[in-house]
Each structure stands twice: as C-alpha cells, then as structure tokens.
Nanobody
Framework: QLQLVESGGGLVQPGGSLRLSCTAS????????IAWFRQAPGRERERISC????????AYADSVKGRFTIARDNAESTVYLQMNSLKSEDTATYYC????????????????WGQGTQVTVSS
C-alpha cells in the first residue's frame, strides 16, 4: 500500500509563497502520476495540478496557472508544489494523491491519498 505524507502547509499572508511536499513513505513514486487536490469547507474537491511519472506532462487548473509549479524528484520519492502569489481563495486543505502511470481529472481514480496539509492565506 502506497503511503503518502504531505508537509509544508501553514499560514501565509496574501502575496506570499509556500512549498508543499508529498513524500512516499513505503514505496517509490516512479510509476505513479501524482496530483494535488484541495478542498475548502463547503466546496468541492478540486484538482489543481498533476505530474506524470517522468515529469514531462504537467497540468494546472486555471485558478492556479502561472502561480503554482509542480515538480518531482523520483530519487527522493517526493513531489513538490511551489505556490507563489497566494490569495485568500487558495485557503484550503491540500492533498496529494497517486494514480498508476497517468494523471486523471477525477479524484475517484486515485488509489492513494495523503492525510492533507492546511494552507491558510490571510493577513
């Protein structure tokens, strides 16, 4: 069972930056596409970014395009989400999730999830 652990969340002012990490504790991530989802209270879960196994394919939601960057280090079994120019509407719990080989827009197709890390953007 692939186990994922997120870290890097916290409180940041509008316009600030955070870098989230998603690390596999029991397996390598080499054969998994990794996505970042977020969910705010009362809102649907949203896929905001995904990266394929080799890192050549990257996808972003329109809401974060140009501000967030996804990257992976397969040697470290870690995927990163660099978040810049943060806005109050980015406040949510952020989850990473793994899917065999390819990205998918649908959260139900991801087999492993982390426990989530809270990101709060507020002055």
């Amino acid at each position: 069972q692939l186990q994922l652990v997120e870290s890097g969340g916290g409180l940041v002012q509008p316009g600030g930056s955070l870098r989230l990490s998603c690390t596999a504790s029991s397996h390598t991530l080499n054969s998994y596409a990794i996505a970042w989802f977020r969910q705010a209270p009362g809102r649907e879960r949203e896929r905001i970014s995904c990266i394929d196994t080799g890192g050549d394919f990257k996808a972003y939601a329109d809401s974060v395009k140009g501000r967030f960057t996804i990257a992976r280090d397969n040697a470290e079994s870690t995927v990163y989400l660099q978040m810049n120019s943060l806005k109050s509407e980015d406040t949510a719990t952020y989850y990473c999730a793994a899917r065999w080989l390819h990205c998918s827009l649908y959260w139900g197709e991801y087999s492993s999830w982390g426990q989530g890390t809270q990101v709060t953007v507020s002055s």
